[in-house]
């Protein structure tokens, strides 16, 4: 580590003297120019000089978080959309469609799925113990031909195969040929699925029931004004209005009826998520310091820095990764939230779990109710190690009760993944690794 520090170290510090010895010099653009002048007219104010007072009528200047008037301010808040004059209006007949009177206006729930890119949900209604049903922004695939299980843009037959391939040709080879055949095979069929993305969807806007790749909206603002395009993630095309209704176009025709402006609005539906289901007890909030708890006040030898609470030293929060996936069922956290992270485990275990077989084995408890959120029948359990307990909102919950240090242990197992007919993921031992870092 400090062999590699040092260069890096060294480079960084002549990196730096450069760029301090060019503005010096003045700089050769308009930034650095500004810079220069704005230092150069600080140095001949005389120093006991007084600032100048404020007006009667001015109101000091607040200052703006880093995100205001960025791409990142709309996370989670509830806004309407504009282009044009012709607000974006609610879903009539399975599809939005615009509207110049803003009370007939859409309004969104922005649900952020990475940095500056949304789910735009409009509405989301569920009886107890269903999953619910979604209605959102996004473009249509009416065969449910373009995802996989996870709401990814890939192919999924392809990781199967691969899987199965690998079983064959460690049981077979050298004596059969035929589980090299099923690899390449499976290679075949998983280049396939990784050219879909450039297959032409010619894409349909509509109101899509459940959150996926379709329907992400990328958010990227023109130039200085107060106003955004929107790109989906799939298509690349920009969302746009016409009198005719919404529209999908190329980004170099970028214009006034594909730039919009978001208004703040209200009644937006909440979007789903698990609760942590808890109540602090204490008007001040958990205790972050030891000197904070009452039974230790004054007791000698305490520190001012002494943290109060305890330390899980052994976890496996990134399992569900490990010996090529499709093992552990559960992930701390999904881009589309609780209904994807933690929604079924027939993906990884079966109908009712009977292809589960570590989880069977090492449950002892047989087949199981696969449906998690919202009603968890069956899983999460006490005794379930393929099932996992670390959703980020239920380790939230377990910081307020205390937990200060979570300890994950990273762990992989070439030759079980290599047999593994479900993985999806490269059974190398640094990409396991890297995957669960």
């Known amino acids: 580590m400090a062999a590699e520090f040092r260069p890096r170290g060294l480079a960084c510090f002549a990196l730096a003297g450069l760029v301090l010895a060019l503005s010096g010099c003045g ?21 006991e000089k007084e600032p100048p007072q404020a007006g009667a009528g001015s109101q000091p200047e607040a200052r703006a978080y880093a995100w205001k008037d960025t791409r990142y301010q709309f996370a989670n808040g509830c806004y309407s959309l504009q282009a044009d004059g012709l607000y ?21 729930t922005m649900r952020p799925t990475e940095l500056g890119s949304y789910l735009m949900m409009s509405g989301f209604s569920r009886e107890d113990s269903q999953v619910g049903q979604f209605e959102l922004l996004g473009i249509s695939d009416p065969g449910g031909e373009f995802l996989d299980t996870g709401g990814h843009f890939i192919g999924e ?24 055949i099923l690899r390449e095979l499976g290679e075949s069929l998983d280049f396939a699925g990784g050219q879909l993305g450039n297959v032409d969807l010619l894409p349909r806007l509509a109101a899509v029931d459940r959150p996926s790749d379709l329907a992400v909206w990328k958010l990227n603002k023109h130039e200085a004004a107060d106003q955004y395009t929107m790109t989906s993630a799939v298509t690349g ?37 698990a ?21 230790f006040k004054g007791i000698q030898g305490i520190d001012n820095d002494d943290i109060y609470g305890y330390v899980d030293t052994h976890s496996h929060i990134s399992a569900y990764e490990f010996i090529g996936g499709r093992i552990n069922y559960g992930a ?23 292809t589960g077989f570590l989880e069977l084995v ?51 197992n070439e030759i079980l993944c290599r047999v593994n007919p479900q993985k999806q993921n490269d059974c190398d031992p640094m990409e396991s690794i890297l995957l669960q870092i």
């Open 27 to 47: 700089g050769g653009d308009s930034g650095s120019d500004a810079v220069a002048d704005e230092s150069g007219a600080a140095a001949q104010q005389p120093a």
């Open 332 to 354: 701390p956290f999904h881009k589309f939230g609780v209904t994807h992270a933690l929604e079924d485990c027939e993906v990884a275990h079966g109908p009712w779990g009977t």
């Open 275 to 295: 609760g942590l289901n808890l109540e602090v007890a204490d008007s001040r909030g958990p205790a972050i310091y030891l000197k904070e708890v009452d039974r």
């Open 237 to 273: 095309l920009l969302l746009g209005t016409s009198e005719e209704g919404l529209t999908l176009s190329s980004p170099s025709l970028r214009n006034a009826a594909n730039t919009f402006t978001f208004t703040e609005a209200e009644g937006c539906t909440e979007y789903p998520e």
């Open 88 to 108: 974006v209006s609610e879903v009539a007949d399975g599809q939005y469609s615009v509207t110049p009177d803003a009370g007939k206006a859409a309004r969104f």
């Open 362 to 412: 090492t449950s002892g408890t047989g087949p199981h109710d696969t449906q998690g959120w919202p009603s968890f029948n069956d899983w999460p359990r006490y005794n379930s190690l393929q099932h996992h307990q670390s959703y980020y909102r239920w380790l939230e919950r377990a910081h307020y009760s205390g937990m200060k240090i979570l300890v994950n242990h990273l762990v992989h």
């Open 157 to 180: 037959l392809s990781y199967l195969v691969s899987g199965l391939g690998d079983t064959v040709n460690l049981v077979l080879d050298p004596v059969l040929p035929l589980g090299g």
